[in-house]
């Protein structure tokens, strides 16, 4: 489990496909403090650890992830928000995240309001009912507040703060992002499909 909040940004360093896609992501963290197997939500993936050097660790994506998430898309010196697994007593400072992506965004556009920017994505058909104003969303790994939706369409504002620590400072229209929905969203919706 997450809450959205990223801790680093890291950078592939090395792709090799073989099986599955084994991916290497240089990082500040404390390599002594992460365990083989441990979890790591990757631009919003959880995956696990598998190896792990002086300044590195490895993951390995399946065919599956790569095909629902934007990891196919990764290069060498892709910028990843990187956010450890929350352990028992740790602060809940966005929301309750699974690290498993719902799907694809793309972002519309970009607008600077004062000292945040509004960007407004549009997100598959099928999940697009689960995003609601003033709810939670999780978009390459960082939990966000959504302000506005219209129709497939929903806008957030990033603070310049959450810019900086994240790699939303690169990001522009065009490109895509992985999203997860609100986990009580979709229970929600489980629900109300059962009772019918």
Known sequence: MFTGIITDIGSVRLLEKRGDTRIEIS???DLKTIDIGASIACSGPCLTVVEKGLD???VEASAETLNCTTIGTWIEGTNVNLERALCLGDELGGHIVSGHIDGIADIVSTE???DSVRF???APAEISPFIAEKGSVCLDGVSLTVNAVDNHKFGVNIISHTQEETTFCRKQAGDPVNI????LARYVARLSQSVR
Not at 180 to 183: G, L, P, T, V
Request: aromatic share 24%.
């Open 56 to 58: 590195w660790f490895a």
């Open 112 to 114: 600077a309001e004062g």
């Open 27 to 29: 990082t500040t963290y």
């Open 120 to 122: 407004v994505f549009e």
């Open 180 to 183: 997860e929905i609100d986990m």
